[in-house]
Nanobody, 124 residues
Framework: QLQASGGGLVQAGGSLRLSCIASERTFMDSHALAWFRQAPGKEREFVVAMNWRGDKKYYGVSVKGRITISRNIAESTLYLQMNSLKPEDTAVYYC??????????????????WGQGTQVTVSS
């Protein structure tokens, strides 16, 4: 349902933009769009989410101020712009879509569709 891309190797302080393409139906029926990440040996961590209208955005504590979430409705694509990357940002990044209004935007269990993940590696 979701195809994430854009990960790679970047030096600390650099930037990356991740993309997540969804099927048009899944995208248009979504109530929330989000990015999570998971580092080796750690639990999946909330990064950022937005409601469908885009007027509410929620940020994980560790990334706030350095990232931007956005979407292109015409292209059924979700984006994650990451700036001032740090080695601790190294993880597999997953996009996710909730097909119903989530009680909490930061809980993975509230999301129905997931991308396959894209690796982001930040070197020091």
């Amino acid at each position: 349902q979701l195809q994430a891309s854009g990960g790679g190797l970047v030096q600390a302080g650099g930037s990356l933009r991740l993309s997540c393409i969804a099927s048009e139906r899944t995208f248009m029926d979504s109530h929330a769009l989000a990015w999570f990440r998971q580092a080796p040996g750690k639990e999946r961590e909330f990064v950022v989410a937005m409601n469908w209208r885009g007027d509410k955005k929620y940020y994980g504590v560790s990334v706030k101020g350095r990232i931007t979430i956005s979407r292109n409705i015409a292209e059924s694509t979700l984006y994650l712009q990451m700036n001032s990357l740090k080695p601790e940002d190294t993880a597999v990044y997953y996009c996710a879509i909730a097909g119903a209004p989530p009680g909490s935007f930061s809980q993975p269990d509230n999301y129905d569709y997931w991308g396959q993940g894209t690796q982001v590696t930040v070197s020091s």
